[in-house]
């Protein structure tokens, strides 16, 4: 009898193994379809942990907070009214790019810094509205010599790069000028922005994005007052004219025409906790830490999804919300409920919601998603 036992335990054992491996494949299945519907190719994986994350621009946090206002839930959706263009899809793309080791061969006072921002990132549904570059100098902190000395001036010069450079070669044949401006030596932080919306399409096509290059050049100043840096060293140590931090980012607005569409109002519904078995909207929060989704979504931590339930009785009420056609089953329906099933409590009134997420590549994502939270319910 025993070895009856522990035999039938052990097929016990394999059949509840085999039935949560069932279970796991279709929870990463239903996880695949939504991130799906959401525009999303797989689950993002940011890198790093969450301390060593690029922070969020202020300029999104600001888009999220207003996005979730009721005056903006009513305005179009495909538009994003801070940049004046179309879109539902707002990235800040990061700089991959480096600072070049030691001084430009082709200019020996000058600081290069190579700007990489990879378009990849964008699925080829999407149609690219604007992509606005940003670079920050942030000055370290003065010494009192410095200051001593009055204005100095950085020439600034921005080039993109048309073609590999090939070893030998002089660099400044493959590079066009973009841009070239001056700025001043100050307390605070400083800035440029520029679109580039053309250029950034044309590096969307395989091979064709050799980047950007960004030169500095002190004006007004002794080339022996620069301090060459060694490889392995953001900028150069203590020199007597003193270099910004760089930070570059790529602003990129698009749109998804498949996620964009006419958006019905959205008033400011309260669910009302009911048992009642009336077709109705029934009140349902989604805790993203509950599917395991807090390490790649930054905001909300959650939303009210709500869902439809409940019965479609004959007659229908105007309060159900029912068709012409969901009238006459439930009709057909009283006459012959076995042959004829009752109209179904279903949706008839969504709402988007906006979130800010980590992609694979630790670029800051602000989207908008529509019918993700259910208003109404109604007989069809």
């Given at each position: 009898m025993r070895p009856n036992v522990t035999r039938l335990v052990l097929l016990a054992v394999c059949f509840l193994g085999v039935r949560a491996l069932s279970h796991v494949e279709e929870m990463k299945s239903q996880e695949r379809l939504f991130l799906s519907s959401l525009g999303l190719s797989g689950r993002p994986r940011p890198a790093g942990s969450h301390q060593s994350r690029r922070y969020v621009p202020s300029a999104l946090w600001k888009m999220f907070r207003r996005s979730e206002n009721t005056q903006a839930r009513e305005s179009d959706p495909c538009t994003v009214s801070e940049y004046g263009v179309r879109g539902n899809i707002i990235r800040y793309v990061q700089d991959q790019g480096r600072l070049v080791s030691g001084w430009s061969s082709s200019c020996q006072a000058c600081l290069e810094k190579q700007l990489f921002f990879n378009m990849s990132v964008l699925q080829p549904v999407e149609l690219l509205s604007l992509a606005q570059l940003e670079i920050k100098f942030h000055w370290k902190p003065f010494r009192s010599a410095e200051l001593l000395q009055g204005p100095r001036t950085l020439s600034v010069s921005l080039y993109k790069v048309i073609r590999a450079t090939l070893r030998g070669a002089n660099p400044q044949a493959n590079r066009r000028l973009l841009l070239s401006q001056s700025i001043q030596l100050q307390p605070e932080s400083s800035s440029i922005t520029m679109d580039l919306t053309s250029l950034a399409e044309s590096w969307r096509k395989p091979g064709r994005n050799y980047g950007l290059v960004l030169e500095l050049l002190p004006l007004s100043v002794d080339a022996n007052e620069l301090l060459p840096f060694h490889p392995g060293n953001s900028l150069p140590l203590e020199p007597a004219f003193t270099l910004p931090l760089i930070q570059a980012s790529l602003v990129a607005v698009s749109l998804n025409p498949h996620q964009c569409r006419s958006r019905q109002r959205r008033s400011a519904i309260h669910l009302p906790v009911t048992l009642s078995n009336v077709c109705k909207a029934r009140r349902l929060y989604i805790d993203f830490k509950d599917v395991g989704w807090q390490d790649w979504i930054i905001a909300p931590q959650?939303?009210?999804?709500?869902?439809?339930?409940?019965?479609?009785?004959?007659?229908?009420?105007?309060?159900?919300?029912?068709?012409?056609?969901?009238?006459?089953?439930?009709?057909?329906?009283?006459?012959d409920p076995n042959g004829t099933p009752q109209p179904c409590c279903v949706p008839i009134r969504l709402s988007p919601i906006s979130m800010l997420y980590y992609d694979n590549n630790d670029n800051v994502v602000l989207r908008h998603y529509q019918d993700m939270v259910v208003d109404e319910c109604g007989c069809r």
């Amino acid at each position: 009898m025993r070895p009856n036992v522990t035999r039938l335990v052990l097929l016990a054992v394999c059949f509840l193994g085999v039935r949560a491996l069932s279970h796991v494949e279709e929870m990463k299945s239903q996880e695949r379809l939504f991130l799906s519907s959401l525009g999303l190719s797989g689950r993002p994986r940011p890198a790093g942990s969450h301390q060593s994350r690029r922070y969020v621009p202020s300029a999104l946090w600001k888009m999220f907070r207003r996005s979730e206002n009721t005056q903006a839930r009513e305005s179009d959706p495909c538009t994003v009214s801070e940049y004046g263009v179309r879109g539902n899809i707002i990235r800040y793309v990061q700089d991959q790019g480096r600072l070049v080791s030691g001084w430009s061969s082709s200019c020996q006072a000058c600081l290069e810094k190579q700007l990489f921002f990879n378009m990849s990132v964008l699925q080829p549904v999407e149609l690219l509205s604007l992509a606005q570059l940003e670079i920050k100098f942030h000055w370290k902190p003065f010494r009192s010599a410095e200051l001593l000395q009055g204005p100095r001036t950085l020439s600034v010069s921005l080039y993109k790069v048309i073609r590999a450079t090939l070893r030998g070669a002089n660099p400044q044949a493959n590079r066009r000028l973009l841009l070239s401006q001056s700025i001043q030596l100050q307390p605070e932080s400083s800035s440029i922005t520029m679109d580039l919306t053309s250029l950034a399409e044309s590096w969307r096509k395989p091979g064709r994005n050799y980047g950007l290059v960004l030169e500095l050049l002190p004006l007004s100043v002794d080339a022996n007052e620069l301090l060459p840096f060694h490889p392995g060293n953001s900028l150069p140590l203590e020199p007597a004219f003193t270099l910004p931090l760089i930070q570059a980012s790529l602003v990129a607005v698009s749109l998804n025409p498949h996620q964009c569409r006419s958006r019905q109002r959205r008033s400011a519904i309260h669910l009302p906790v009911t048992l009642s078995n009336v077709c109705k909207a029934r009140r349902l929060y989604i805790d993203f830490k509950d599917v395991g989704w807090q390490d790649w979504i930054i905001a909300p931590q959650g939303y009210m999804a709500n869902y439809c339930h409940g019965e479609c009785p004959f007659p229908l009420s105007e309060s159900l919300n029912g068709t012409n056609h969901a009238i006459l089953q439930t009709l057909v329906h009283s006459l012959d409920p076995n042959g004829t099933p009752q109209p179904c409590c279903v949706p008839i009134r969504l709402s988007p919601i906006s979130m800010l997420y980590y992609d694979n590549n630790d670029n800051v994502v602000l989207r908008h998603y529509q019918d993700m939270v259910v208003d109404e319910c109604g007989c069809r």
